[in-house]
């Protein structure tokens, strides 16, 4: 039987506005609703997927999630319940909805709670898939409010104006596993691409040479795409860690059945690099709660998962029989051990855009979209539009990659969302000065400013550090590297003089509340005193990051100065080789001298779930971390900044640059 599309959609429930002002998000969650919409510019800015689902809450991975939908929102108005109770069918917010980690409990919290349309002034883009793919509406046309109240049917097509042909698709059929069934079943199929050779960005070269162009005879490649095109794509690696495994396969199992197999679980790896720590971090509250049990569910589950169908599983690490961490964060060892240039990699987690620094085509889904590429080996993709940064000149003294990207996530463009959905391309001379470690560190943080996904080409420099950590011939490797074409479009090309980056931090919130270092004390009122300085994270704990701290704790040490009094200093490890590499570097007994606590590999206080978390609403944290939304690493208020200003502050005591 045809799967039926959606042409029209009745919504049923009230229009929750969420708002700055706490009076008038109090009484909507107290049953009584505006009596006039509240002016856009009062509607929440930047609602992150953090505050949709905290850490904790992504523990469950079922219609349990409708109960805790959005309990994570600035001003905790919202408590257990509130949504799902509150009769809304309808929820309304300002820019940037959903910005943030690409776990997909976020918008299916809503959808168990009763919402069945999202509306806000900009959409992210892992977010606004993951809400396509299971069925929930967004629009970012407010003028639909006013019909919806009415109680008006509304064509479906109000819902996907502007959206590629696959996502009309998807949208109209309910969801990614409603059109799959279609497209297997020949009742629709992927719009053929018939773009003219014309030269194309590095991004847009990688996904024509993996389009899909005929799944069942295996044919794959085109000559060109453009912008816009919108297509099925080969991956070549394909991961996820404990924190999503257990959804995904139970979205594998529930739709394809019990003996469905993974196809070509060579290429799929899972991790259990998330919550390795938790126990220690967990507060009585939430284990009164059954919330660790709930957590070590997780870790069953994938191992389970990855045991039926072969996969190979990053998992803990036992060292003198005590389980002391896990075998790497994912991103750490999918540049490590996994990702090549050239490459198309989806996994389960936004950061997955840090391989872009091997120059490959690397970015982040949610559990459904995972789901079916177990089973197809493809990814659906609106080819992106890319913007070209061209980096000049070189950092100065105490300045790092993190510096760049906390510089460039406070500028308007970025601030105003002009960055959403797109690709960052770098190249440049200023490119050259930077090891791939660092230039990992600009891939990461591509998605803090709402990007697709950021790539780099490696030079001769990248390729040689390439294989040496895989053991592989650097000429053959070099094969792999696909360059952008002479004269391919950007959306637009900024131009970044490195010389003019200085030492920067983001004030807590938001990663784009950047502002230069040296404007910090006056923006504050004065000395800015931390309880925490935390160096680790995908972000802050690969080797380069080691080798800056280490700079800062070794002058240090050699003025007799340690870690300040009643501040504590994490050092975390990304993987075992980044620990090994410190050891063998004499960075270790540096750390220890300085007084610093050194942890295994995992995520941890990045995500709220290890050593380095605040448990108190006025400690201060300065991290090297990518996120500081509200709640993401404890109660207090957390900076950002690069892994030298970490090492400096915890010194000083105060947030300080590294030459203070």
């Known amino acids: 039987m045809a799967i039926a599309r959606r042409k029209t959609v009745r919504p049923t429930g009230r229009v929750l506005w969420l708002t700055d002002d706490a009076d008038h998000l109090v009484q909507q969650l107290d049953g009584a609703d505006l009596d006039q919409p509240p002016d856009a510019e009062a509607l929440i800015d930047n609602i992150s997927t953090d505050e ?273 961490g896990s075998e790497g964060i994912c991103h750490s060892k999918v540049i490590e051990d996994l990702a090549l240039p050239g490459q198309v990699v989806l996994g389960t987690d936004s950061h997955t855009c840090t391989a872009g620094a091997v120059g490959c085509f690397a970015y982040g889904v949610g559990s459904t979209d995972m789901a079916n590429a177990w089973f197809t080996r493809d990814a659906r993709v609106a080819v992106p539009e890319s913007v070209h940064f061209v980096l000049g000149g070189a950092l100065p003294a105490g300045a790092t990659a993190k510096d760049v990207m906390l510089h460039i996530l406070s500028q308007p463009y970025c601030r105003k969302g002009e960055l959403i959905g797109k690709v960052l391309e770098f190249s440049g001379p200023g490119v050259a000065s930077l090891p791939l470690q660092e230039r990992a560190t600009l891939t990461n943080m591509a998605v803090e400013t709402g990007g697709f996904t950021a790539i780099i080409q490696p030079d001769l420099r990248v390729v040689k550090e390439l294989a040496a950590l895989r053991g592989v011939d650097p000429d053959a490797l070099g094969k792999l590297v696909v360059k952008a074409d002479e004269g391919a479009q950007y959306a637009q090309t900024i131009d970044i003089d490195l010389g003019a980056i200085e030492p920067m931090v983001a004030t807590p919130g938001d990663p784009r509340n950047g502002i230069a270092l040296r404007r910090l ?75 610093a606590i050194l942890v295994d590999p995992s995520c941890g206080a990045c995500i709220k779930a290890g050593p380095g978390v605040s448990d108190k609403a006025d400690q201060v944290t300065v991290s090297a971390i990518n996120r500081n939304f509200n709640g993401r690493s404890g109660p207090g208020q957390v900076y950002l900044a690069s892994p030298l200003v970490v090492a400096a502050s915890a010194i000083a005591g105060t947030i300080v640059a590294p030459d203070a």
């Open 521 to 595: 004390e006056e923006q504050q009122g004065g000395p800015v005193p931390i309880d925490i300085a935390y160096g680790g994270s995908c972000t802050g704990g690969k080797m380069t990051d080691m080798d800056m701290y280490a700079s800062v704790l070794q002058q240090a040490v050699a003025k007799g100065k340690k870690v300040a009094d009643g501040v504590r200093l994490y050092i975390q490890f990304g993987s075992q080789s980044v620990r090994d590499y410190a050891i063998s570097k004499g960075y270790v007994e540096i750390f220890e001298k300085a007084g």
């Open 52 to 324: 949709l689902t905290p850490g904790w809450v992504c523990y469950y991975y079922d219609e349990t999630l409708a109960r805790y939908c959005l309990v994570g929102l600035r001003g905790s108005h919202i408590k257990r319940d509130s949504i799902k109770n509150g009769g809304f069918g309808v929820i309304v917010s300002g820019r940037s909805k959903g910005c943030g980690s690409s776990r997909e409990t976020a918008p299916y919290s809503e959808r168990e709670a009763g919402i069945q349309i999202v509306v806000a002034r900009s959409i992210e883009k892992i977010y606004g898939q993951n809400c396509q793919n299971i069925g929930l509406l967004t629009t970012t046309d407010f003028g639909v409010i006013d019909r919806l109240r009415d109680g008006e049917e509304i064509p479906i097509s109000e819902f996907t104006r502007g959206l590629d042909p696959i996502s009309v698709d998807v949208v109209e059929h309910g969801g990614l596993f409603n059109y799959n069934r279609a497209r297997l079943a020949g009742e629709v199929s992927p719009p053929a691409i018939t773009t003219a050779v014309r030269p194309m960005t590095m991004v847009e070269k990688i996904i024509a040479s993996h389009a899909i162009v005929d799944a069942q005879a295996d044919k794959i490649g085109v000559p060109a795409v453009k912008p816009g095109d919108s297509l099925f794509l080969r991956c070549d690696v394909r991961f996820s860690h404990e924190y999503v495994t257990p959804m995904a396969d139970a979205l594998f199992t529930s739709d394809l059945g019990k003996d469905a197999a993974v196809a070509e679980p060579e290429t799929v790896f899972c991790f259990r690099d998330h919550l390795t720590f938790l126990p220690e971090v967990m507060s009585q509250e939430h284990i009164d709660m059954g919330l660790l049990d709930q957590a070590r569910q997780l870790k069953d589950v994938q191992e389970a998962f990855a045991k039926r169908h072969r996969i190979k599983l990053y998992g803990e690490v036992v060292r003198d029989g005590k389980t002391v």
